[in-house]
Each structure stands twice: as structure tokens, then as C-alpha cells.
DNA sequence: TTGATAATACGTGGATACAAAAATACTTTC
DNA sequence: GAAAGTATTTTTGTATCCACGTATTATCAA
């Protein structure tokens, strides 16, 4: 249980929409969702405006709130975003990085090729998982939570990519590759091979998006 | 007049906020502020959650709203992020800066010195101005964006910083040097500068701050 | 005097009520 | 039959009200 009713709104959506349960451009009515969690429309309404912060909606005066959605230009911006983010973060993490830190990755790496040969979209989770890692041992907080934030915003386009054609067939290479940057000890190396490595991603992932909106 | 009550609550909030009328811990009182601006709590406390995701303000629980404050670690922590997204920004802005372009900025740079001159903390919207006009030329919306939120973040600081010791002396070279490297035509190289220009500048405001919070 | 505890005042979160705006359906007119 | 204007419905935005949680102060015991 959460604290409030607007923490408890926000979470339901934000889960909603990270699943990629509502579409792009659909209405969000507040008292509908404020009827299924059991709540008046108030909190919900409070909610939007977070989930508007970050990215997953749009909202309009005295015109409600829409799903937002990404269009190729927005997705390639984020791509470009996020290698700068996490490319610091990596040269930042660098000399934390020992023998343990370095397996803790190797496991991430194989959890997340077992979840995508599953076919399981914990793929996805997995995936998140084995970067937010690395980023964690930059120690940067808010670095770390402005990067999640760009994985949210990302995270139904990369369920629709997993789900369309299971495509991370060059995944284990690339990311074993960061993890070999890693182990050379060369920060700005690191910096450089997780750079290419998200923005490589990118037009994979444009692909399977199409222009949306 | 803006269209809601809302929009008016948080720009005068960010406006107080940004000047550094309130100070950091500082209580946020949702029904003084509503009288101030003749409306009621509900869009006050609204505008508050846009203010906390903007990490102007932080929103406990139960506990109401105080105003937020940097230490020095995060106020580094931000130059860092800061340092790669503008340094990023240059980067796409090269392909679009002519000799007209150039030329605006270095009137801005005459502008913000003049400014400097005057004493009048105008400097620090005309440095925001500067910075701001080169990333506009990255023409990346949430780039943009994320990047002018960094800047309203450290704006008080940027503001006790220039009015506690006329500071920017070192500033005319080195934004010089940032319109040189952009007249250099090489991206990579324009990041770079840029990347340092802004890490040069932290250490120096970090003085002025000392162990807040 | 100091520390714990109870009473009280204050502030926050949420629900309901009301007003204003937008969307929709319905005429009316050409 | 189409377009424009009008009325109705729906939805959003704001205000007020109430319940609960937190902080403060007062009271009392050690």
C-alpha cells in the first residue's frame, strides 16, 4: 500500500503505461481511472501532472489528458539523450568497477538473454536492469533518476520492438562488449563504446515504430 | 493572463523561486501562497507537484512543501550532466552555424557583459541566454528542455554567485573561446570545449555556496 | 529542571459541490 | 442537403468542506 491516493494513481498509471496498456493519443478520463482504484478524480487529476513531467502524457487546458507518444524524431532525440547520460555515468562509475562488479554484469547479461529466449517480455526488465546497474555505481543520484526516467518514457517501443520480432539476437555481443570496456579499466573507452552501443539501438528500434502520432 | 489558475500559481512560484526569494527548507504554505494570488489551495498545491518534479521544491507526505537547496555535490553533479547534454547540443548545432549566427553571439556575449559591467544580476539571464541560443541551434525539443531546466535549477546560485563577488572575469574569454571553437566548424572539438567550459565554471561557484542543506 | 505524555492547534490530503469551458446534438435557415 | 447557429450534455477547473496526520505546547512525574 502506498501513502497516498496520489502516489497510489500515479503508480497505477505509470505501470499502465509503461506495459503499454493504453495507445498514444488515447484519452485518459480521470474519473474512470479514479472509479477502478477506488478513489475521487482529485488525486488521479494530481497524477497527470507527474506523469505530464514525465513525459508519458500530455496535458491540455480544459482538454484533459492524452497518452503521449513518440515519434521517430522524439525516439532518435532520446537515443542521443541517453548516450551522453549513460556514457557519463560509465566514466563515472569506472573506478568502482572491480572483479564483483564486473560478474554482477555477467549474471545481469545471462539473466537477460535467458528471459529473451523465453520469448518473456522480462526481457525488457532485464535490460533495464543490466544498465541501471552500471549507472548505480556512479554514484550520481540524479543522474541515475534522470536516465531511468528516459528508460520509462522508452519502455513500451522496446516491449513492441521485443514483442514484434524478438530481435535482440545482436544483444548479448553488444552488450558484452560494454562489459569488456568496462574490464579495460579506460574510462573515456567506456565512454565511448556505451555511446555507440545506445545509439546503435536507436534505428533498430525506429524501425519496428513506424511515424507515429 | 494565463489560461488557469494553475498556470499562474507555478509561474509565480518559479519566478520567486528562481530569484531565490525563498530559501532553501523554507516552508511553502499552500493557503499563503493562494491568498497572495487571490485563488484557492487546489492550484497551488498543483503547481507544487510541477515544482517538485522540477526539483525546485520537495514534496513530503503529510509534511507540505519546502523549498529545496543544493549541496555541493549535487551542484557539481548537475555542471556534470550539464556538461555533456550542452556539450551534445553544440555538437548537433554545428551543421546550422553560419556567420550569422556567430554574429549573434557575439552580440549576446556583449550584451551579458555589459550586463556584467552594470552589476546588474541581468547577467545571469544573459549568460541563460547564451548558452540557450546555442542549444536552440541543436534544434532537439526535450534536449532543450532538459537543458533549460538544469539552468533554472542552479539560478539562485548563479545569481548569489555574480552578486556576492562580481565573478565573471574569467567569463568574456571564456565564452570567447566557446564561440571560437563553434567558428573552428569541428563538432567534436566545440563539445569538448564546451564540456570543459562548464566544468570550469563549478568549482568556482562552488565556492560561494559552501556546505548548505 | 528535565523528560515523557497528553491535549490542542495547525496543516495536509481527499471528497464533494459548483462554475466555466468544450464537445456534441439538434435545429433552423438558405 | 449543407452550413451555421443554438441548446444540451459532458468534462474540466476551482472552491469549499471534512477527516486524518503532524507539530506544538502544556501538563505532570521523576
Redesign the pocket.
Known sequence: MSA???EEAYRHLQRALRLGRYKPGE?L???EIAAEIG?????V??AFRRLASDGLVVLR?????VVAGLTVDELYEIFEIRSVLEGLAVRLAMPRIDEEALEEFENLLDRMERAGQSGSSDWVVRHQEFHGRICALSRRPKLIHQISALHVVIEPYMRIWFDDAHKPLSAREEHAAVIAALRSGDGRHAEEVMQNHILGTAPLLAEFVGPSR
Open positions: 497516498t491516493a496520489e484519452r478520463i480521470p474519473e478513489m475521487s478524480r482529485m488525486p487529476r494530481e487546458p480544459n482538454r484533459g489528458c
